[in-house]
Each structure stands twice: as structure tokens, then as C-alpha cells.
């Protein structure tokens, strides 16, 4: 009896570590000028291929999860940084979001992300952010 009781103490511990509910996505949402598109792909595939472009690109991916199906680069061009979120849709596919920002100002008051803007439609990030959907 005590032994059963010691294997469903186990079982319990062992689920209740399996269910971790953290993520590495960031706790903010995609700013409102972000491009979007769903894409003929799982969200895990989606966050793969983007690493791989923009690798092939030039461009330093600094955080990126399969699991969680985002990335964000490292900054380029100046102080333009991408971010991706790619999340389940119909089956086999992915609703995506890319969110290209700049940072004008330097203030270590601040969070970087409270210091982080939209990018202007010509700017570098936008650009490689839409050359980035297109790939995809």
C-alpha cells in the first residue's frame, strides 16, 4: 500500500514538472503596424525557415524558439531590430506577425522596449521584415 502511494506521489510530481507553463515568447504584443499573413506552414517551421533567411541574410538572430514559434533579431542597420510570432491557425497553418522597430533614443532609465518605435515604410527593417513575409 505504501509503496503504490510513493509511485502515484511520482507519477503526480513527474506530470505536474511536465505542465510548465512559462514561455520564452516576450510578454508584450506585436505593435499595431506590425505585417501580418498566414502562411502554408506549422508555427514551428515558420520561426526554422525565418531563422535560416534571415542567417542567409546577414542579419544576427539573438533569441528564437521553435517551441514558441518567435524570434528577434540582433540590431542591423543602425538600431533596427525584427521580432517574429508565428502561431497556430487551421491546421498546417501559421498566422504570422513581423514587427520591424527602431530605437532613436538611448536612455538606461528606460526599458528597451519603451524606447522602441514603429519603423518608417522605407526603412531598412521594414524592408527586410517584408522581404522576410515574402520568403516565407
Known amino acids: 500500500m505504501r509503496a503504490a502511494c510513493g509511485v502515484r506521489r511520482m507519477l ?4 505536474l514538472a511536465a505542465c510548465n507553463p512559462a514561455t520564452t515568447r516576450p510578454s508584450f504584443t506585436p505593435l499595431p503596424e506590425s505585417l ?3 502562411i502554408n506552414a506549422p508555427p514551428a517551421v515558420v520561426a526554422r525557415e525565418a531563422r535560416a533567411f534571415l542567417t542567409a541574410d546577414s542579419i544576427h538572430v539573438r533569441r528564437m524558439s521553435e517551441r514558441d514559434a518567435w524570434l528577434e533579431t540582433s540590431e542591423f542597420a543602425g538600431t533596427h531590430r525584427l521580432r517574429l510570432w508565428a502561431d ?5 497553418k501559421s498566422r504570422v506577425t513581423i514587427e520591424a ?3 532613436p533614443i538611448e536612455d538606461p532609465s528606460r526599458t528597451a ?3 522602441e518605435r514603429a519603423a518608417e515604410p522605407a526603412s531598412p527593417g521594414v524592408q527586410r521584415a517584408a522581404r ?4 516565407l
Open 12 to 15: 503526480c510530481v513527474l506530470f
Open 36 to 38: 501580418h499573413a498566414v
Open 88 to 92: 497556430p491557425d487551421v491546421p498546417g
Open 101 to 103: 522597430v527602431y530605437r
Open 113 to 115: 522596449r519603451d524606447l
Open 132 to 135: 522576410l513575409l515574402e520568403a
